[in-house]
């Protein structure tokens, strides 16, 4: 994928906006913690590994933009940079891993002076971009591993290049198993309300020259029954320490509908992503979002005025839908607490 999520450009971090893609590629620049946080919560930058990515960049440049103040006020900046981020999305767990790991820095650093706390911060922002990408490809090696030549993939929502710092995960191991060689094919969910699936997934691929099929969120049951879907692969924003899988919302459905058809359910996704802390998928926080990206799309309204309207963004797959996550240390088939426990 040579279009970047984001970037560090003098001084600032850069990202794609996702809002306006495909029709317009254009770069966001922000200077602050605050910034960062609203582009996050505005789905200017989304996907689980991406946003964790974000939010350390945002410390960082909150520690660069105030280096100069005392050392009092500069640690009040940074203790309100840190609450800013983390209240800009409750699911994605990678956001508070992320934020964990630049706060850990900041400790081991508090004797130092505020211009060192910042390279230390900006340093460790940086390692978090690359062993991203790093993970992506360990773990894109390990699916295409099992993903066989001429295999039909069907993905939901966006867990591609732009869900990442780069590669992606389940759009990785699509990649990697092109990589090697394979002819794949794919089928991607529009993934409504927020389209991730026809206005990212569809566009990612169609860059990188793999064949992809859109269809509407209601046609995956469909090709299963009809032998056109071999494996479903997805990404997640965060897993229980049983197994349970938390993503966008429909993939609970597809889950079900694999389950039914006996098709393999994969779930792509960094260690970072496993949130042991959580018991089960029934503890993890589901951010309910706006009416407004239900009742209407890109300025057009579609729904009556008044009606009542849910829009979780997520849903919950129980352990048992899922045949295996594939991660930077290996595929862990049937995944359930004991063998979380034992990756880390």
Not at 3 to 13: A, F, I, K, P, S
Not at 21 to 44: E, G, H, N, T
Not at 90 to 97: D, H
Request: glycine share 8%; with cysteine.
């Amino acid at each position: 994928m040579t279009v970047e999520t984001l970037r560090w450009r003098n001084g600032q971090l850069e990202m794609i906006d996702q809002r306006c893609l495909p029709a317009v590629i254009q770069y966001l620049s922000y200077s602050d913690a605050q910034s960062v946080a609203d582009a996050i919560r505005q789905m200017v930058v989304r996907g689980a590994p991406a946003i964790g990515v974000a939010a350390a960049y945002g410390v960082a440049l909150e520690a660069q933009k105030f280096m100069s103040l005392d050392k009092v006020s500069f640690d009040k900046r940074l203790a309100d940079a840190l609450g800013a981020l983390s209240g800009s999305r409750p699911t994605a767990v990678n956001l508070f891993w992320a934020l964990d790991r630049m706060r850990g820095q900041l400790l081991e650093a508090i004797k130092k002076e505020p211009a060192e706390i910042a390279q230390v911060l900006l340093q460790e922002a940086h390692a978090i971009y690359n062993e991203d990408i790093d993970i992506n490809k360990t773990l894109g090696a390990f699916g295409a591993s099992i993903i066989d030549d001429g295999t039909c993939v069907l993905t939901h929502c966006n867990a591609g290049a732009l869900a990442t710092a780069g590669h992606g995960t389940a759009l990785g191991v699509v990649r990697s198993a092109v990589t090697a060689g394979k002819k794949i094919t794919v089928f991607a969910d529009e993934t409504r309300p927020f389209m991730q699936g026809a206005r990212l997934t569809a566009w990612e691929l169609s860059e990188d020259g793999i064949d992809t099929t859109l269809i509407t969120d209601n046609m995956a049951g469909h090709f299963m029954k009809s032998g056109d879907i071999d494996v479903v692969i997805v990404g997640t924003d965060r897993v229980a320490a049983n197994g349970d899988v938390a993503n966008k919302i429909g993939t609970y459905m597809v889950a079900v509908l694999a389950k039914e058809h006996d098709i393999p359910f994969y779930v792509a996704c960094p260690l970072s992503t496993i949130d042991l802390s959580i018991a089960t998928g029934e503890d993890i926080p589901i951010e309910e979002r706006s009416a407004d990206e239900v009742t209407g799309y890109g300025g057009v309204r579609w729904a009556p005025e008044n009606i009542k309207v849910r829009n979780p963004a997520f849903d919950v797959t129980p352990a048992r839908f899922v045949t295996g996550l594939i991660t930077e240390k290996g595929i862990i088939y049937a995944p359930n607490e004991e063998k979380l426990k034992a990756l880390f």
